[in-house]
Antibody, heavy 121, light 108 residues
Framework: EVQLVESGGDLVQPGRSLRLSCAAS????????MHWVRQAPGKGLEWVSG????????AYAESLKGRFTISRDNAKSSLYLQMNSLRAEDTAFYYC??????????????WGQGTLVTVSS | EIVMTQSPATLSVSPGERATLSCRAS??????LAWYQQKPGQAPRLLIY???TRATGIPARFSGSGSGTEFTLTISSLQSEDFAVYYC??????????FGPGTKVDIK
């Protein structure tokens, strides 16, 4: 069974940093591209970042460039999102999601349950 | 960036009735479109990919159609567990992946 378990969400002050993690199990992690997608409370889905199976291809939402960094550790079957200079508008549930294959241009087929990031003073 | 729009924003349907949801892309995305269902407090679930292929375990009452810029998700006979928000998503032009704003299907 595919499982994606996010962690690291917290209440943080504006301007601070936070690192999210996603532990994957039930599949061969390095066969799949991965994404982070966020959802502000009561709002729609917003793609944040994606990374190919071997980290050779990375991309970010234009509005986030320079503040967020995606990475993965295939040996640990883990995905990460380093978030710096956090703003109130970054408040959201952050979902770890798996692409259907090794490239990020494929549909997302599994989602974690999400971790909540709240940015507030 | 490809902009996705969905209509209607809310669809009120009685159990057993058919629901038809629309999704439009701002430019052609071929058949590179997925549909997701999201219930309150839950993560999204993949229903359809490639515009018309049902994901594993998805009941046959869900069907997708369309190509280019116009797409439709049809739920042939709504069950109580189908009341949820439905999102379309394009993965033709990446980055970025883009989602529609969602259609909420609620009980009439």
């Amino acid at each position: 069974e595919v499982q994606l378990v996010e962690s690291g969400g917290d209440l943080v002050q504006p301007g601070r940093s936070l690192r999210l993690s996603c532990a994957a199990s039930g599949f061969t992690f390095d066969d799949y591209a991965m994404h982070w997608v966020r959802q502000a409370p009561g709002k729609g889905l917003e793609w944040v970042s994606g990374i190919s199976w071997n980290s050779g291809s990375l991309a970010y939402a234009e509005s986030l460039k320079g503040r967020f960094t995606i990475s993965r550790d295939n040996a640990k079957s883990s995905l990460y999102l380093q978030m710096n200079s956090l703003r109130a508008e970054d408040t959201a549930f952050y979902y770890c999601a798996r692409a259907e294959g090794p490239y990020t241009s494929l549909p997302i087929d599994y989602w974690g349950q999400g971790t909540l990031v709240t940015v507030s003073s | 960036e490809i902009v996705m729009t969905q209509s209607p924003a809310t669809l009120s349907v009685s159990p057993g009735e058919r629901a038809t949801l629309s999704c439009r892309a701002s430019q052609s995305i071929s058949s590179n479109l997925a549909w997701y269902q999201q219930k309150p407090g839950q993560a999204p679930r993949l229903l359809i990919y490639g515009a018309s292929t049902r994901a594993t375990g998805i009941p046959a009452r869900f069907s997708g159609s369309g190509s280019g810029t116009e797409f439709t998700l049809t739920i042939s006979s709504l069950q109580s567990e189908d009341f949820a928000v439905y999102y379309c998503q394009q993965y033709n032009n990446w980055p970025p992946i883009t989602f529609g704003p969602g259609t909420k299907v609620d009980i009439k």
